[in-house]
């Protein structure tokens, strides 16, 4: 079975300082993990996604993301926070199969000016 | 191209009431799903669906009753709310059930159970 941890449940940071998301994951196949992000009171949509390629993803809005192996990682970065990055973001993680996507209990974070 | 439509928006039930939400694609995805959102819980699942006439239970499906009977729309129904069912409902849906699939959200749909 599969899981997901997403180490803080809120971020602060100051606008054009860097950000960082941490998710550790659990799973017992080659894992596809996700990006999510959610703005108040809207839907979730794809940030980026790994799915056994390139272990450095990018995606939307300059985030990017590392899958590590050996440390059972994909921690969400972003170089320089804009107000516009605060929101709510999912770490998710799928297994083998249709088994369903698993979820984190999510990351707020919050971007000061 | 509207993607994943849900209605309604907003619904406050009374226990014991029974209501559907509605959740439309038309992207002609194979699979869809319905979460619940609740505060420091992340998204849970309650069904999902890999094909019209296939359903299947998820994480969270007591009190939830779903169909598929085509491939566009998938329904969930309250059959008698409880206000533990206060929550953010969303449906997604992708185009395929393999795992690398992106899902594609709807906006939601906010319940107050009384």
């Given amino acids: ?113 | 191209n509207a993607g994943v439509t849900q209605t309604p928006k907003f619904q406050v039930l009374k226990t014991g009431q029974s209501m559907t939400l509605q959740c439309a694609q038309d992207m002609n995805h194979e699979y869809m799903s319905w979460y619940r959102q609740d505060p420091g819980m992340g998204l849970r699942l309650i069904h999902y669906s890999v094909g019209a006439g296939i359903t299947d239970q998820g994480e969270v499906p007591n009190g939830y009753n779903v169909s598929r009977s085509t491939t566009e729309d998938f329904p969930l129904r309250l059959l008698s709310a409880a206000p533990s069912q206060t929550s953010v409902y969303f449906c997604a849906s992708s185009y395929g059930t393999g795992r690398k699939e992106t899902q594609y959200f709807g906006p939601g749909t906010r319940l107050l159970v009384l």
């Fill in chain 1, 1 to 113: 079975a599969q899981s997901v941890t997403q180490l803080d449940s809120h971020v602060s940071v100051s606008e054009g300082t860097p950000v960082l998301l941490r998710c550790n994951y659990s799973s017992s196949y080659s894992p596809s993990l996700f990006w999510y992000v959610q703005h108040p009171n809207k839907g979730l949509q794809l940030l980026l996604k790994y799915t056994s390629a390139a272990t450095l993803v990018k995606g939307i809005n300059g985030f990017e993301a590392e899958f590590k192996k050996s440390e059972t990682s994909f921690h969400l970065t972003k170089p320089s926070a804009h107000m516009s990055d605060a929101a709510e973001y999912f770490c998710v993680v799928s297994g083998a199969g249709n088994t369903p996507l698993v979820f984190g209990k999510g990351t707020r974070l919050s971007v000061i000016a």
